[in-house]
């Protein structure tokens, strides 16, 4: 148990649809990254909060947001699905932003949209 | 900019043989590298990592080489077990960026008794 907990597990939607993911990092974890995993592109970075600011950005589409509340939960939202959605979204937490130390990943969220 | 590039897999080994998996990164600048492992239905976790030129990370049996001069990551297992099927993602964290992780592609390891 990484102790990162993601919430849901399984969701299944359908195009055009709107989902949000909910991520709970590690005690006393600041940073909180979100990553997509997918058959064809792989593991990509989507974003990274640090206490509760945008730290990094990577390939999210413009139609993905994402936010980190003062207790340092973090939530993505997903809006105007499309099929190509589909894909296992992780959320990752360390204890600070630097390059150096272990990022503590949950056990993802997959979603499927229709 | 940065990028990893792994070996393709999958890889079929025999209990005990011995086992590599090439990693090769481009960067910026002064990375740390890293393995993780993903084991079915979960999350990533840390294998092992090194963050300057020429440490040796390791753990469980598993060790990779920071080599600067080739710009490579190589994971590689003396004897690898069953317990050991899983896929192997090598990363790399760019200097100053704030701590996230570039992936390769992957690799699936598949281990027969």
């Known amino acids: 148990d990484s102790g990162v907990t993601q919430t849901p597990k399984h969701l299944i939607t359908a195009t055009g649809q709107r989902v949000t993911l909910r991520c709970s990092p590690r005690?006393?974890?600041?940073?909180v990254y979100w990553y997509q995993q997918s058959l064809d592109q792989g593991l990509q970075f989507l974003i990274q909060y640090y206490n509760g600011e945008e730290r990094a950005k990577g390939n999210i589409l413009e139609r993905f947001s994402a936010q980190q509340f003062p207790d340092l939960h973090s939530e993505l939202n997903l809006s105007s699905l499309e099929l190509g959605d589909s894909a296992l979204y992780f959320c990752?937490?360390?204890?600070?932003?630097?390059?150096?130390?272990?990022?503590?990943f949950g056990e993802g969220s997959r979603l499927t949209v229709l | 900019g940065n990028s990893v590039t792994q070996m393709e897999g999958p890889v079929t080994l025999s209990e005990e043989a011995f086992l590599t998996i090439n990693c090769t990164y481009t960067a910026t600048g002064y990375p740390s590298l890293f393995w993780y492992v993903q084991y079915p239905g979960e999350g990533l976790q840390l294998l092992l990592k090194a963050t300057k030129a020429d440490d040796k990370g390791s753990n469980k049996g598993f060790e990779a080489t920071y080599r600067k001069e080739t710009t490579s990551f190589h994971l590689e297992k003396g004897s690898v077990q069953v317990s050991d099927s899983a896929v192997y993602f090598c990363?790399?964290?760019?200097?100053?960026?704030?701590?996230?992780?570039?992936f390769g592609q992957g690799t699936e390891l598949s281990v027969k008794p």
């Open positions: 005690s006393g974890d600041l940073s």
């Open positions: 990752a937490s360390s204890k600070t932003g630097g390059n150096t130390g272990e990022l503590f």
């Open positions: 990363a790399l964290s760019p200097y100053n960026q704030g701590g996230k992780l570039i």
